[in-house]
């Protein structure tokens, strides 16, 4: 079936740390992987996105790499800082349009 | 900026009252979607729209409907609350055909069903 599984739930990291989620998911077919951040009280804003055509995306300090063989792909965030500390989720997106989050990941970046 | 805005931000409902939650996007969107956000379980599809008296079920539609009378205006309808329907309902919208872009998200509705 169509399913998205997102590791760990919860992360806590010193500033300046590096933090990684992982996403796995169920469609080889997929082709659109996004990922979104949830600040407290806020809804969820996407921050970065990759489509399959590439291996890896970075935008200053978060990127993104993809593994199509294994069906996973992951967020990087280096040099942490404590406003990145809020709700990740990663998304897949399945046939007919259809985007299925991970569960999420609760990230905190201590001082 | 797009703006999705959600009418109520907190509701507290009794078990079998209907209930309305009403989305509202400024950036003339095609595609609507709802949400609902559940700890441990991320967001799950409820029902979506791709266009104007289009709706299309998603992954847990039962309990709920939709409406979309106007391109800008989506809203949802629990027909007769009930307790296991508490939750966070987000609201979010996209552009093209489809779902192929940004999704924008209102900033929820925190429904308590008492």
């Known amino acids: 079936g169509e399913n998205v599984e997102q590791h760990p739930s919860t992360l806590s990291v010193q500033e300046g740390d590096s933090a990684v989620i992982k996403c796995t998911y169920s469609?080889?077919?997929?082709?659109?992987f996004p990922w979104y951040k949830q600040e407290l009280g806020k809804g969820p804003q996407l921050i970065i996105d990759?489509?399959?055509?590439?291996g890896e995306k970075k935008d200053q300090r978060i990127a993104v790499t993809l593994n199509k063989t294994a069906k996973h792909f992951s967020l990087h965030i280096t040099e942490t800082q404590p406003e990145d500390s809020a709700v990740y989720f990663c998304?897949?997106?399945?046939?007919?349009?259809?985007?299925?989050f991970g569960q999420g990941t609760e990230l905190s970046v201590k001082p | 900026d797009v703006k999705v805005t959600q009418s109520s931000r907190y509701l507290v409902k009794r078990t079998g009252e209907k209930v309305f939650l009403e989305c509202v996007q400024d950036?003339?969107?095609?595609?609507m979607f709802w949400y609902r956000q559940d700890p441990g379980l991320g967001l799950r599809l409820i029902y979506f729209?791709?266009?104007?008296?289009?709706?299309e079920k998603g992954d847990i539609p039962e309990g709920y409907s939709v409406s979309r009378e106007k391109k800008e205006r989506f809203s949802l309808i629990l027909e007769s609350a009930s307790t296991n329907q508490t939750s966070m309902y987000l609201c979010?919208?996209?552009?093209?055909?489809?779902?192929?872009?940004?999704?924008?998200f209102g900033e929820g509705s925190r429904l308590t069903v008492l």
């Open positions: 729209s791709y266009d104007v008296k289009m709706k």
């Open positions: 998304a897949a997106m399945f046939q007919g349009g259809k985007l299925i």
């Open positions: 950036m003339d969107h095609e595609n």
């Open positions: 469609d080889s077919a997929s082709n659109y």
């Open positions: 990759i489509r399959s055509n590439v």
């Open positions: 979010a919208s996209s552009s093209g055909m489809g779902n192929t872009g940004e999704l924008f």
